[in-house]
């Protein structure tokens, strides 16, 4: 099963998700992202906006490779894969 790891920010928000490992059965990244919403209620709504697509704010790999379908989120992942949710970093 992959497991997923997160920004601790993300923490401070779903804090039932924090010291504990994650894993979810493999698939595309919206249903790992409902798997990951059945453990910690309103996490889509976090991450996702009102159409399902990934919000601008946030970024999404699988192993070392960036997700590359950001609206469908239909990107597979292995079964032995690891994905990472973390928010972009913007300002001047």
């Known amino acids: ?12 928000f779903f804090p039932q998700l924090k010291d ?4 979810v059965p493999a698939g595309s990244v919206a249903e790992i992202l409902l798997a ?8 889509t709504d976090y991450v996702l906006d009102e159409h399902g697509a990934l919000r601008r704010h ?5 192993n070392d490779s ?3 379908d950001k609206i469908k989120l239909s990107d597979r992942t292995p079964d032995d894969g ?3 949710i973390f ?6």
Request: hydrophobic share 45%; proline share 5%.
């Open 66 to 68: 960036i997700v590359i």
């Open 58 to 62: 946030v970024n999404i790999s699988i």
């Open 20 to 23: 504990r490992v994650i894993t």
């Open 87 to 92: 928010q972009s970093l913007s300002g001047g």
């Open 1 to 12: 099963m992959p497991s997923v790891k997160m920004t601790q920010h993300l923490y401070r």
């Open 36 to 43: 990951i919403n059945e453990i910690a209620p309103g996490f």
């Open 82 to 84: 690891t994905i990472y």
